[in-house]
Structures are given as structure tokens and as C-alpha cells.
């Protein structure tokens, strides 16, 4: 064996712990022993070789070492199948594995089950097939690596679970890692109930729980909103002593968040005695949705403890910036992530450009546009929504042009965005020949939200006729957003009569939905306005039944670095008698410049606020 090209090469490594501690081994034995010394092989101190440079990463040497091996036996040719697919050069160990069986050297179960592995990373499941057939035909089918790995990667590769539940089903002793790739299998394709069930069955199985499956069953439990399933979960993680256990807390956590639980999110994240950057992010990320000020406090706060962020981090604070539409702040973000170097990252430049725009900044938005040398669809759709939210319907038009011919194929969220900016900024012909282009051309079938684009993009033009005929037509049954869009366009144009009867479908459908009370309030206006007194008061009624009200009007201003934040009706700001003082001056100037407030669809009602 030729070994002086790997002494002789430009790197110089340290002999590996594994080689040293064999080397000690063998002269304690010699010393401590009365019998002759017999060294092992050369095959087999090489494979071991291997397998500590496949360890340290140094995958190419590794691969020179194998090569000029003149002896391969299965266990040389599995530890390098198995480097390639620690170090994720799964192609390269299917490869050889090619190369194994033309050498007519047998795999055994470790082969097999690192050959299933790569399988899966490659989401080959094909491959995963053949192989399958060779365990079959070695007789390794009762293998429980094995089993556990074909299980994986169909699990992980299928586009069902079936082929998984039949291996699933003919494992005699299931262990953890068999129920947690089931439960897994099921969360990534988004079927939580089932992914429960499993979780159940494995509990009444008396299999002891092990974080990777609890870790998961949690991800099911927010998936599909299981609050209480969740805390069950959680009661049996600090049953079990892996209240300690950082990934599964981390997982608790985030389900909180998603429920909507912050406070139990907070109470958990305090309680944990050890924190890493995904229990900050996830925390980060729970609060940005409900509460964007303590999003950035807690932002703050893990800055302060000496942790620091990364592009999840700034992409979810950046994201309460454009909630909270605090510029300075953003800004203040954006040096942040250039400092760090992380401003050619292409994901944070598209939450730059959304969070300028959302801040009144549309200029520096497209600044970030125009300097990116690497736009993905989502580049494109944020400008134009950016576009589109500040009246400039014309230049998102152009940018859609611009981005067909550059060669990115537009999806439904890119057609709703040119949608609504063409609605805002009154091309109804422009917007309506895109419609036509999507269904037509691009053969994108419109759904729910795309025909609300549409309806409103008609009803603010006026032309409402035409919006409810299309609503009319389309080819199934509109809902409450679309009815809504219409609605909107029969209050703006006073179309009482095709008003009412947009309400009335709107309520159909939501069905005495406390969150959708604006709707009662609007009929009880169109009443109000004709002077149908009697039937607005029904509505008023009804309103009061519900025992609930319309959500209250908020805005904020930033001023210096705090946040002012107004509701209807408040009382409580420091500064609120200038406030109200100003506002009554605009009043006043509104009425010399013979402005005219709309007056006939307000409803005053002390008692209920609406």
C-alpha cells in the first residue's frame, strides 16, 4: 500500500485519538502479557484509519486511504458507505455501494441500513425499493436496523404512509426509534391526529418516552391547535424528568406560542435553567405574532445576555417592526445585520424590503430591490406588494412585466399582489387582462382569496354589477371574504339593496361569528342610512345578544424611541387634552374647507361601543 502520498500531502493532520489509543492498547498487551504479540492486520488498522478520518471530516483522504487498500472486506467498504453518509455525500455512498456488489462482496445489515439512509436523504425511494428487495433476498427483513431504516425512509420518502404502516406492522419489537420514525412520518405530512394516535399507542405499550418522540408529538400537538393535548404532553415531559431537556423545551415552548399561549411560553422559558439561540428565536417568533413591542424587548434582552442572532432572528424581528411600522427601529435592525455580514442574505433582504415599505420607506424598499444581484419569486412579490400598498399600481405593473421576462414564473400570491395594487390604484383593465393571463396562460386556477382580489378590484370602480355577476359565476360556492369584498363596494357606491343582500350571505356563513361582528354593524348602518330605524335596531339587538363588540380602533406613532399607541375613545394617554384639541381643529378645517364627513353610517351607542 502506497501510503507515502498521503505523508507527503499539503496538509499535515495529527495521528487520530482512535489510531494512538489502538497503538497504546496493543504495547500495554505486549508488556502486560507473557504471550507473543500479534498485530492486527493492515485491512484492518486502514478501516479503522478510515473511520476516524471519515469522523474528523477529511472525507477525500478517507477515500485515497480505501482506494489503495489491496484487501477489502464488507467492513472496509460499510465504514466508507457510512462516512459518505455522515459527512451528506449520499450519492457518493449509493455509488459505492454499486462498486461493492459488482465486487462481489456481501453487505450486511450495517451496509444496508447506512445505504437506506442515503436513500432517504436523496428522497430516492426507488432506490429505497431495491434495496429493500436485497434485504429480502439476504434475509435481513428481521433486522431491526434494518426494519428501522426502511421504516424511515419510507416514512420520510412516500408520498403516503402506507408502505411505512405495513413495515411498521411486521416489526416484531418495536423500539424507540421505530414509533418516534412513525410519529415523525405522519407530523411532516401535517396529519397531527394521526401522529398522536401513534403516540398514544406507544405509551399504552409501556415504551419508555425518549425526547426525540416527545419532541415531536408536541410539533403535532401545534400543528393542529391541540392545546390540550399539549399540556397532557407537557405534564408527562415533567413527569419523566425531561423538563431539562433543552430540545423538548424548546419544542413546549413554540407549541405555547402557536396556541397562542404566551404566558405559558414566558412562565416555561424562565423556568428552563439552560436557554440556546432556537429557545430565544422561538420566543422571538411566538411574541412577533400577538405582542411585536415585547418581541423586540425580549430581542433586546437576548442581546444583552450575550447571545447572538442570526437570520431567523432578524427575519422575525424585523417582522414586528413592520407590525409595529417603527422605522427608526427598523432601521436600527438593518445595521445590525450588516455589521454581522448578513445583508447578501437573500431571505433577510426580502424581509427588509416588506419591513421599509411597511414603514412608509418605499424608496429604500426599492433601493434594496435594484442592489440585489439574486431575486427569487418572493423578491419580486414583496416589492410589488410594497408597490401595490402605497398606490403605485403603475410601477408594480411594470415590475411584473419585468419579472416574466426575466424568466420567473409568477404563482397565485405574485397574480394577487399586481391584483390588489392594480385594484388601489384603479386599473381595472390592466387587472382584469392579468386574470385573464392567469387562468388562460399560466393555467393557475383561481381560488377564494384571487376572486375577492377580483370582486374588489371591480366594486372600486364602480362596477359592481359585475363584480356580483362574477361572483355569480364562479365555479364554486364563494365565501365570506369574497361576499365581504362586495359588501365593501355596496357601502362605498351606496348600493343599499345589493348590500343587504351581500351582508346577509356574509352572515350566513360566519354564522353569528363573535369575530365577525363589523358585518352586523354594517347592515345595521345601510338600515340606519335608508331610515329603516326598526330593522337596525334588530340589528343593533342581535349585536347585544352576542354579548360581544367590534374590535376598537388602534394606531400608533413613533415619537423619539417610545410608541404612542391610540385607541377609539381613549382617556388615559398623558397627553390626550392636545390630542383632542388638535383633532378638533382638523374638524374645524375640514368644515371651512366644505369637506364633507359621511355621518349617515356611523351608529352612536355609548353602551355597546360600536
Known sequence: MNTKKLALGTNIYCIPPMIINSLQLAKNNVTQSNHSFKPSSPSHLATNLIKSYCQKGLIKEARTLFDEMPVRD????TAMISGYTDTHYHTNAWSLFFDMLKSDVVPNEYTLSNVLKACKAMNYVAYGGLVHGLVMKLGFQKSIFIENALLDMYASCCVDMENACLVFG???????????????????????????????????????LNPYSVSIAVRACASIGYLDSGKQIHAAVTKSGLEFNLPVMNSIIDMYCRCDCLSEAYLCFNEMPEKDLITWNTLISGYERSDPSESLHIYSKMESEGFCPNCFTFTSVMAACSNLAVLNCGQQIHGGIIRRGLDKNLALSNSLIDMYAKCGNIADSCKIFRELTDRNLVTWTSMMIAYGAHGNGVEAVELFD???RSGIIPDRIVFMAVLSACSHAGLVDQGLSYFSSMVGYYNIAPDQETYGCVVDLLGRAGRVEEAYQLILNMPFKPDESVWGALLGACKAHRLSNLGKLAARKVLDLTHLRPNKIGAYVMLSNIYAAEGKWVESAKMRKLIRKMGNKKEAGLSWIQVKDDVHSFVVGDKMHPHIEMVYKVSELLIWNMKKGDDVIELDCVIHDLDEGT
Open 74 to 77: 464488507v467492513v472496509a467498504w
Open 170 to 208: 411486521d416489526i416484531e419489537r418495536k423500539n424507540a426509534v421505530s414509533w418516534t420514525a412513525m410519529i415523525a412520518g405522519y407530523t411532516h405530512r401535517g396529519d397531527g391526529h394521526n401522529a398522536l394516535r401513534v403516540f398514544r399507542e406507544m405509551l399504552l405499550e409501556k415504551e419508555e
Open 402 to 404: 419585468e419579472m416574466v
